[in-house]
């Protein structure tokens, strides 16, 4: 073939198109689809890198016209045939350019890590004599020469730190051909496969074998079909990933096995290595760029055949790929929030299509989206009902109004506050778990529980603090915050909201004695800080753990026997259409900390409605009571799964620029609405209305039909561009997120 066809790794969308180059006669054997290479681009001839995805010998342009590629700074292809078609995907899934989803499948930095190792340069003539000339003197350069005589072969950096030199007299001998300083490529290990003990199968029980086995056959069967495995906490669904696993190796294929969390990471690859060895590697965000691209190159190379990550480890880039495990599927970490705003699942039902794989979801509670599409026959459905110890936790709902009326206004309840003093006396573990996120500030009442919510759409108010408003974040209807309870009358309706460090305060106020470990964004910021808190709680060096949601799951500790939920109606309120299944998640995987060795586990949850279906259904770990309660509600609100949500917002340094844009928009979106086929909702300030002196509006716009409800955003915010200077505006759009703010 003549010319190559370049994606330019350029985000503008004015240039998100193909580019074709010629292929020099230097490079003909050296080009493959995938790989990167260096091109001039543009009236100044810039050299930009870009992405071969394809040939072809014609073009329609004059061939005058068309420029040589210039380079290829890689002897390996980065994209498979495979990767390119996701690539493509996720462009069309996610309006966003095809560099964007080439640089996000490709590690950040394509660059083999080379360590330097020094030799004597023996070919040279009358080596010998000069070497005696050098090491008769006191010099750095005899230091050095005097060491590689007796330890030949060495790093230069070991060489500088033995003999505390720098490496200019090293360098000096190099140039003057008197030692060689050679690379070796090295491919750092991220884990020591020898600090684990080799573990081999389980017995399965009846129940696991029955997943085991359907799983199983659908592989044999070649079937397509998304797998939803549904299993109760400590039901043992591990072990019958690792079991599928072992069979998908022994056909000569590849795994990719995802959790939700960095902070599930460490036990999950203890379990994968004790089983597989060397066969695994792991890759998530807290490694540095180079070991997230020795992780990539080992896969590449074939060195791996199982690969253990949180998102990003969805693009491994395996050959010959068998098997998808999403762990906790129902987890929002699973969509990304920056562009591109991609979807694991979505990403790895594509992968499975076009890879002939399975993919088996896994949780104790799926999503409402993903369990409808087992009633409708979109994915196929097998279920774990007991665990593997027939040993469920007992479940306690305090009701904090109560303790409110008796006069405690501590954080804890008087029965959770016994018993982590029973626990402590006993030598037990307890974790404490804050249902939090970051900006889930609710109004309501401590003595009766009443939350004001927005009569419109069903969700709570959110407060806003900097306006003292409260504010819908579906209709952006507001209300002011009333001083009086509008349902008791009394004064204790106020913001609610309590911290971990707040918790932690109280624990070493009353139990003094008790070891503390706190887990969340403030103490796991370093590097390997999940791996070494949770390793400390494993040991038994704490008493106490107590953290938020990154606690709450697949966390496996067999001496906790108390899990105390300190405020069950914080994510109950978030403002969310989706709060009352976050709730029930939380709290039902939270419950599934307690008692999973041979110790009856014991759980408290704290909360002002204890009558709420989320907390009840929890309670009795009932999910297909949660699931039919809460699909009417999604259908009687027209929310997903039953409609898709497209959530625009834009920014900018000049409120004035930003209102004019967006208003204009909203105008656009009402006259091309007149058969009202979308539901678009006013204008608004976003949550965080201000952030590094940028002013953010939001529109969000509901429809049932996915693509009809993109091509009619793309379509209204094209008429803007063309109309509105949006130069210095930036425009961030997001189909069905994570949380609407």
């Given at each position: 073939?003549?010319?190559?066809?370049?994606?330019?790794?350029?985000?503008?969308?004015?240039?998100?198109?193909?580019?074709?180059?010629?292929?020099?006669?230097?490079?003909?054997?050296?080009?493959?689809?995938?790989?990167?290479?260096?091109?001039?681009?543009?009236?100044?001839?810039?050299?930009?890198?870009?992405?071969?995805?394809?040939?072809?010998?014609?073009?329609?342009?004059?061939?005058?016209?068309?420029?040589?590629?210039?380079?290829?700074?890689?002897?390996?292809?980065?994209?498979?045939?495979?990767?390119?078609?996701?690539?493509?995907?996720?462009?069309?899934?996610?309006?966003?350019?095809?560099?964007?989803?080439?640089?996000?499948?490709?590690?950040?930095?394509m660059k083999d890590k080379g360590e330097k190792y020094a030799i004597i340069n023996y070919d040279k003539e009358n080596i010998n004599e000069i070497i005696n000339k050098i090491i008769s003197k006191n010099t750095q350069?005899?230091?050095?020469?005097?060491?590689?005589?007796?330890?030949?072969n060495v790093k230069t950096v070991d060489i500088q730190k033995i003999l505390n030199v720098t490496l200019s007299p090293i360098k000096t001998l190099e140039k003057n051909e008197i030692i060689k300083i050679i690379t070796?490529?090295?491919?750092?290990?991220?884990?020591?496969?020898?600090?684990?003990?080799?573990?081999?199968?389980?017995?399965?029980?009846?129940?696991?074998?029955?997943?085991?086995?359907?799983?199983?056959?659908?592989?044999?069967?070649?079937?397509?079909?998304p797998i939803v495995l549904h299993g109760v906490t400590g039901s043992g669904k591990t072990e019958v990933y690792l079991q599928l696993i072992s069979k998908v190796l022994k056909k000569g294929k590849d795994a990719i096995?995802?959790?939700?969390?960095?902070?599930?990471?460490?036990?999950?690859?203890?379990?994968?290595?004790?089983?597989?060895?060397?066969?695994?590697?792991?890759?998530?965000?807290?490694?540095?760029?180079?070991?997230?691209?020795?992780?990539?190159?080992?896969?590449?190379?074939?060195?791996?055949?199982?690969?253990?990550?949180?998102?990003?480890?969805?693009?491994?880039?395996?050959?010959?790929?068998?098997?998808?495990?999403?762990?906790?599927?129902?987890?929002?970490?699973?969509?990304?929030?920056?562009?591109?705003?991609?979807?694991?699942?979505?990403?790895?039902?594509?992968?499975?299509?076009?890879?002939?794989?399975?993919?088996?979801?896994?949780?104790?509670?799926?999503?409402?989206?993903?369990?409808?599409?087992?009633?409708?026959?979109?994915?196929?459905?097998?279920?774990?009902?007991?665990?593997?110890?027939?040993?469920?936790?007992?479940?306690?709902?305090?009701?904090?109004?109560?303790?409110?009326?008796?006069?405690?206004?501590?954080?804890?309840?008087?029965?959770?506050?016994?018993?982590?003093?029973?626990?402590?006396?006993?030598?037990?573990?307890?974790?404490?778990?804050?249902?939090?996120?970051?900006?889930?500030?609710?109004?309501?009442?401590?003595?009766?529980?009443?939350?004001?919510?927005?009569?419109?759409?069903?969700?709570?108010?959110?407060?806003?603090?900097?306006?003292?408003?409260?504010?819908?974040?579906?209709?952006?209807?507001?209300?002011?915050?009333?001083?009086?309870?509008?349902?008791?009358?009394?004064?204790?309706?106020?913001?609610?909201?309590?911290?971990?460090?707040?918790?932690?305060?109280?624990?070493?106020?009353?139990?003094?004695?008790?070891?503390?470990?706190?887990?969340?964004?403030?103490?796991?910021?370093?590097?390997?800080?999940?791996?070494?808190?949770?390793?400390?709680?494993?040991?038994?060096?704490?008493?106490?753990?107590?953290?938020?949601?990154?606690?709450?799951?697949?966390?496996?500790?067999?001496?906790?026997?108390?899990?105390?939920?300190?405020?069950?109606?914080?994510?109950?309120?978030?403002?969310?259409?989706?709060?009352?299944?976050?709730?029930?998640?939380?709290?039902?995987?939270?419950?599934?900390?307690?008692?999973?060795?041979?110790?009856?586990?014991?759980?408290?949850?704290?909360?002002?409605?204890?009558?709420?279906?989320?907390?009840?259904?929890?309670?009795?770990?009932?999910?297909?009571?949660?699931?039919?309660?809460?699909?009417?509600?999604?259908?009687?609100?027209?929310?997903?799964?039953?409609?898709?949500?497209?959530?625009?917002?834009?920014?900018?340094?000049?409120?004035?620029?930003?209102?004019?844009?967006?208003?204009?928009?909203?105008?656009?979106?009402?006259?091309?609405?007149?058969?009202?086929?979308?539901?678009?909702?006013?204008?608004?300030?976003?949550?965080?209305?201000?952030?590094?002196?940028?002013?953010?509006?939001?529109?969000?716009?509901?429809?049932?039909?996915?693509?009809?409800?993109?091509?009619?955003?793309?379509?209204?915010?094209?008429?803007?561009?063309?109309?509105?200077?949006?130069?210095?505006?930036?425009?961030?759009?997001?189909?069905?997120?994570?949380?609407?703010?």
């Amino acid at each position: 073939m003549k010319y190559a066809e370049v994606i330019i790794d350029i985000t503008n969308e004015n240039v998100d198109k193909i580019f074709h180059y010629a292929i020099p006669d230097n490079l003909k054997e050296l080009i493959f689809i995938g790989m990167r290479v260096f091109v001039p681009f543009g009236f100044g001839n810039r050299l930009r890198e870009g992405y071969v995805i394809g040939f072809t010998n014609v073009i329609e342009i004059d061939e005058s016209r068309i420029k040589n590629i210039y380079s290829v700074p890689d002897n390996y292809i980065i994209f498979s045939k495979t990767m390119i078609e996701i690539a493509k995907f996720m462009a069309e899934k996610y309006y966003c350019s095809l560099s964007e989803c080439l640089q996000c499948i490709m590690p950040k930095i394509m660059k083999d890590k080379g360590e330097k190792y020094a030799i004597i340069n023996y070919d040279k003539e009358n080596i010998n004599e000069i070497i005696n000339k050098i090491i008769s003197k006191n010099t750095q350069q005899s230091k050095v020469l005097k060491f590689l005589l007796k330890n030949d072969n060495v790093k230069t950096v070991d060489i500088q730190k033995i003999l505390n030199v720098t490496l200019s007299p090293i360098k000096t001998l190099e140039k003057n051909e008197i030692i060689k300083i050679i690379t070796k490529q090295v491919k750092r290990n991220v884990v020591n496969v020898e600090n684990f003990k080799k573990t081999e199968h389980l017995n399965l029980n009846e129940s696991q074998k029955n997943a085991f086995n359907f799983i199983i056959k659908k592989i044999e069967e070649k079937s397509t079909k998304p797998i939803v495995l549904h299993g109760v906490t400590g039901s043992g669904k591990t072990e019958v990933y690792l079991q599928l696993i072992s069979k998908v190796l022994k056909k000569g294929k590849d795994a990719i096995m995802l959790v939700p969390e960095i902070s599930l990471t460490p036990q999950t690859v203890e379990r994968f290595i004790s089983r597989f060895g060397e066969k695994v590697s792991v890759t998530h965000s807290k490694l540095s760029d180079g070991e997230r691209f020795d992780q990539w190159k080992k896969a590449k190379d074939g060195e791996i055949k199982i690969m253990v990550g949180a998102r990003s480890a969805i693009f491994t880039p395996f050959e010959n790929l068998g098997i998808i495990i999403i762990d906790e599927e129902h987890e929002s970490t699973y969509k990304s929030e920056t562009t591109p705003k991609y979807n694991v699942k979505e990403i790895a039902e594509q992968l499975c299509i076009l890879s002939n794989a399975t993919l088996v979801l896994g949780s104790a509670t799926p999503s409402i989206d993903t369990y409808y599409k087992t009633q409708i026959n979109e994915y196929d459905l097998i279920s774990i009902n007991n665990r593997v110890n027939e040993n469920m936790p007992n479940i306690n709902i305090v009701d904090m109004r109560k303790e409110i009326e008796s006069g405690n206004m501590s954080v804890f309840s008087r029965p959770l506050f016994e018993a982590i003093k029973e626990n402590l006396k006993n030598n037990m573990q307890t974790i404490l778990f804050l249902n939090r996120r970051g900006h889930s500030t609710f109004v309501s009442c401590r003595k009766c529980g009443y939350v004001m919510e927005c009569k419109n759409c069903n969700v709570s108010y959110t407060y806003h603090s900097k306006e003292h408003k409260l504010v819908c974040h579906y209709c952006n209807s507001e209300e002011n915050v009333p001083t009086i309870c509008p349902s008791c009358n009394s004064k204790y309706i106020k913001y609610f909201g309590v911290g971990t460090q707040k918790i932690e305060e109280q624990i070493e106020k009353y139990f003094s004695n008790a070891k503390v470990l706190r887990m969340d964004m403030d103490t796991t910021s370093k590097k390997n800080s999940h791996q070494n808190i949770l390793e400390d709680f494993k040991n038994h060096k704490a008493d106490i753990l107590i953290g938020t949601q990154m606690i709450a799951k697949g966390l496996d500790f067999p001496k906790v026997s108390l899990v105390g939920v300190i405020a069950a109606d914080i994510t109950l309120n978030t403002g969310d259409y989706k709060s009352s299944e976050n709730t029930f998640q939380l709290l039902t995987q939270v419950a599934g900390r307690a008692g999973r060795a041979n110790i009856k586990g014991n759980v408290f949850i704290q909360t002002y409605t204890p009558e709420h279906y989320s907390i009840v259904f929890a309670k009795n770990n009932d999910y297909i009571g949660f699931y039919n309660k809460e699909i009417v509600e999604r259908k009687i609100m027209f929310y997903p799964p039953f409609s898709n949500i497209f959530f625009i917002m834009i920014s900018g340094d000049n409120e004035n620029n930003v209102l004019n844009a967006i208003k204009f928009l909203h105008n656009v979106m009402l006259y091309y609405n007149q058969k009202t086929n979308f539901y678009i909702s006013d204008v608004a300030k976003a949550y965080v209305y201000k952030v590094n002196n940028q002013y953010r509006y939001k529109i969000i716009i509901r429809a049932e039909e996915e693509t009809r409800l993109k091509n009619f955003v793309l379509y209204c915010i094209n008429i803007l561009k063309n109309k509105i200077d949006t130069t210095k505006l930036s425009i961030i759009l997001n189909l069905n997120p994570n949380y609407i703010s």
